[in-house]
């Protein structure tokens, strides 16, 4: 669905921006996905994210479908009021597609736990108090504990569980961590508690290294105090583009898609790829990495803990009971080494890599709900 969304703006001009919301499939469940705020959000790319959320979503095996809205904006140039107005419009133009047991939606990319709080209230003068209708809220109104570090903390879980396959603990590997928002501090953070060294990381500003492994406690400090990691002197500073290429036993891609590509693959000399980004690793890449005896953990399975706790918010709400934070963090465990079994499983019975074997694994759950519910494939 396409909607215009028209706002006053805070000098009284009018402005008019176009918002999305794409709905894939429905047949494990109601539909989930995120909604991003970005000047470059475009039908195509909302689609393919719709898409992708229903393998995910199958592949961990939550009982959802997938989809993804968005909306045509530069967030960083709205004002909070603004950024309020916007949403509340858009929120009326949707109500009737998204709801608890239809499309529930999710922060994204220049949305967050605010967004998600405009979502709810405005959803609620439709239909009456709904929390369960969005994840991602703020705890006062209903989120869950444990959903910050989620998507962090399931890529830990992930590398613990394919480096074991291999006979290898995350204690005393090293690690180059790209992106250091969310996903990527949290991980840095894990792995560095779990005794690995994350020996280089970057941001947007900048990249770090240090060869017997980065303070990442004092890093994380810094980040939240000045916006940055670019200026911290305690670690030697290095030229970004190069980062992918740092020696390491495992790569995590935890920024932008499409930065593992055919210009720079070649050079990557890591063992693993943990793949925290949404497709950060492009076809050509992925044959070129393969080849070298490269293995990549899929980005469908590897991120997947930020919407299976996500599940769990969904679920506490209709409960109306909050779960404590060790039982967030230990269901997680349970789905994520859950599928990574389910995930080899299907390796072995089509003799492929990892990423096929998760997407195989997603379609098949998928098609297996669709037929029994009576549809036509």
Not at 36 to 53: F, G, I, S, T, W
Not at 273 to 278: D, G, L, P, R, Y
Not at 317 to 326: H, L, S, T
Request: hydrophobic fraction near 40%.
């Amino acid at each position: 669905m396409q909607v215009e969304c028209t706002i006053p703006k805070d000098d009284g001009t009018i402005a008019s921006y176009v918002g999305y919301r794409v709905q894939h499939d429905n047949s494990r469940g109601p539909m989930k996905g995120g909604i991003r705020y970005h000047p470059e959000v475009d039908p195509d790319e909302v689609n393919a994210l719709a898409q992708l959320m229903t393998w995910k979503t199958a592949v961990a095996n939550i009982p959802y479908g997938g989809a993804k809205g968005g909306i045509g904006c530069s967030p960083s140039s709205l004002s909070k009021t603004e950024l309020e107005r916007l949403t509340r419009v858009f929120t009326q133009k949707i109500h009737h597609l998204i709801g608890i047991n239809m499309d529930i939606p999710a922060p994204d990319m220049g949305t967050n736990s605010q967004t998600m709080a405009w979502i709810l209230d405005e959803y609620s003068k439709f239909h009456g108090h709904s929390p369960a209708v969005v994840t991602g809220k703020p705890l006062d109104l209903g989120g869950s504990l444990g959903r910050d570090a989620a998507t962090g903390r399931g890529v830990v879980i992930a590398t613990e569980a394919l480096l074991a396959e291999h006979g290898m603990p995350i204690r005393d590997q090293h690690f180059v961590i790209q992106g250091f928002g969310n996903v990527g501090s949290w991980a840095a953070k894990l792995i560095h508690e779990k005794g690995g060294k994350v020996v280089a990381i970057s941001d947007i500003t900048g990249a770090l290294k240090n060869t017997s492994g980065l303070d990442i406690p004092s890093i994380i400090r810094y980040s939240k105090e000045n916006g940055n990691i670019k200026d911290f002197t305690e670690a030697e500073a290095i030229d970004p583009e190069c980062l992918l290429h740092e020696e390491c036993d495992v790569l995590i891609p935890a920024a932008l898609g499409g930065v593992l590509n055919r210009e720079n693959a070649s050079e990557v000399r890591a063992k693993f790829i943990v793949e925290a980004a949404n497709h950060p690793t492009d076809p050509e890449a992925d044959e070129i990495l393969s080849k070298k005896g490269v293995v990549i953990l899929p980005d469908i399975y590897a991120n997947a803990g930020g919407v299976t706790v996500s599940y769990f918010e969904w679920v506490q709400n209709i409960q109306g009971f909050r779960w404590d934070e060790p039982q967030i963090n230990n269901e997680l465990r349970t789905y994520m080494m859950r599928a990574f079994t389910d995930i080899k499983d299907m390796c072995k019975q089509l003799d492929c890599d990892l990423r096929m074997g998760a997407f195989s694994l997603g379609l098949e759950r998928v098609a297996r709900a669709t037929n029994l519910r009576g549809w036509e494939v």
